[in-house]
């Protein structure tokens, strides 16, 4: 079974912590990379969905006071900004994520 600890999600995407956390349970055991491309109207409107949906996000700016809200949105705008393929106002970020499916005994 998976095992808890603080850092643990680090690592829960190499097969190696696949292997060995669930193998000796699987008859099983397949992870393909999978590609998904996010699409957003602009960087901010990502930024806007994401600190209204995807829970750590929304969670980092509860945490936040004004100025540091704003220092952090300033960052993930300028992130967005080194990755997004658009050659226009969209966003268009290319990435990678493991798919695993694991078939128990």
Known sequence: MPTKDADGSAVWGTREWLQTTFGAAASALRAE????TFRY????????????????MLKAFE???????KALARDIIDLVG???????????VPSEYLEVVITKR
Not at 82 to 92: A, I, P, Q
Request: glycine share 8%; charged share 20%; proline share 5%.
């Open 33 to 36: 990379p999978r590609h998904f």
């Open 82 to 92: 080194c990755v997004n393929t658009s050659n226009d106002e969209t966003m268009v």
């Open 41 to 56: 109207r602009s960087a901010q409107h990502f930024l806007d969905i994401f600190r209204a949906y995807y829970g750590p």
């Open 63 to 69: 945490m936040l006071e004004e100025a540091g809200g």
